[in-house]
């Protein structure tokens, strides 16, 4: 008996009905113009790549990475400052060195980037819950809501975000002391960089909102009395996403780089469970003594991550605009 390929079979199904089959998810994506931007840049392209790979050096650091430098029983202080391989005196077990501690320095930058990831993630998260929320209220309900929600917004906008971190921190550091702020460390970067970035996640769903409220099928859910949460979390908020998930792609970078900068002064990741700011702190030490690859390589990472989400959240600013279609 002659066997049928899926291709005849599908224009057989089509020639008896005369209704087209419903393409799956996955082909209306690869059609999509959305896609094929995306393929058209080589430089997001790229950028993609080089996100990925970081992103999966980080988060399985525990199964890649040569050493664990969190594991004290196999750290010793005889590997300090052990040069890259390619310098007199190195150690083929470290291929780009060691740090003051002799932990091993390419180790310690995928599980650095893995806690650097992470608290960029869970703060824009938390940054989005509380923009989107106070947003959608203040564009939805008017009023003396609106007044209060956006002048406390117009206040925060006049502090420099890492300003409000090193605030939240000292804080923090009064409530809890010196020794259970480090237990605390990871937890508090989050709430000070949510704190930080909620204003811009609030003022863009506000307009968005005040736009999408005056509209028919909002005045219709309105007619058959549907609760003003209802309206707002089932109606309002999917047409109001756009732009927040290119303000969630900027923002990603701007926390690693604020959660950097705080771990550099100090205040951030403790040295005992180090982030690439943190990394680059302890090499800031050591950079001028001649031990330069304990801050440059960590450097060097960060500038990749950042660099790289700065491109994907530049394009898709571009790709979501259609003023520029």
């Known amino acids: 008996m002659p066997t049928v390929s899926n291709e005849e079979a599908k224009a057989a199904v089509q020639d008896r009905s005369g209704v087209q089959p419903t393409p799956g998810r ?3 994506i690869v059609d999509s113009d959305f896609f094929h931007a ?3 840049s080589k430089v997001t392209v790229v950028a993609a790549c080089g996100t990925l790979i970081l992103f999966l050096l980080a988060f399985l650091a525990p199964w890649i990475a040569p050493h ?6 196999s750290i010793s202080i005889m590997d300090a400052r052990v040069p890259p391989v390619w ?7 470290f291929v780009l060195g060691t740090d003051d501690q002799g932990r091993d320095l390419l180790s310690g930058i995928f599980y650095g980037m893995r806690i650097s990831l992470i608290v960029g993630f869970c703060s824009v998260a938390a940054a989005a819950v509380i923009g989107i929320t106070l947003g959608l209220v203040a564009g939805y309900m008017g009023g003396r809501i609106d007044a209060i929600i956006m002048r406390i917004a117009d206040v925060q906008l006049t502090f420099p975000a890492i300003l409000i971190a090193l605030l939240i921190d000292g804080i923090a550091n009064g409530i809890f002391g010196s020794l259970d702020r480090d237990v605390f460390a990871f937890y508090i970067l989050i709430v000070a960089l949510a704190l930080s970035f909620w204003v811009q996640y609030a003022r863009t769903v506000r307009g968005s909102t005040m736009v999408e409220k005056s509209k028919e099928y909002v005045q219709a859910a309105r007619v058959i009395g549907l609760p003003s949460v209802i309206i707002m979390a089932r109606h309002i908020l999917p047409n109001v996403m756009g ?3 290119v303000i969630a792609t900027i923002n990603l970078a701007l926390a690693i780089v604020t959660e950097a900068t705080l ?3 100090g205040v951030g990741m403790p040295p005992t469970q ?3 700011g943190t990394l680059i702190a302890i090499g800031n030490d050591f950079l001028y003594s001649g031990e330069w690859w304990i801050a ?8 990749l991550l950042v660099l790289n989400v700065n491109l994907l959240g530049d394009w898709l600013r571009d790709a979501l605009n259609p003023k520029l279609r």
């Open 26 to 28: 996955m082909t209306r």
């Open 38 to 40: 995306f393929l058209r």
């Open 68 to 73: 664990n430098p969190f594991d004290l029983a």
């Open 87 to 93: 310098m007199d005196y190195s150690d083929p077990r």
């Open 243 to 245: 732009p927040v998930m």
């Open 263 to 265: 771990s550099f002064l």
């Open 274 to 276: 180090p982030s690439l």
């Open 296 to 303: 440059i390589f960590p450097g060097v990472a960060l500038a």
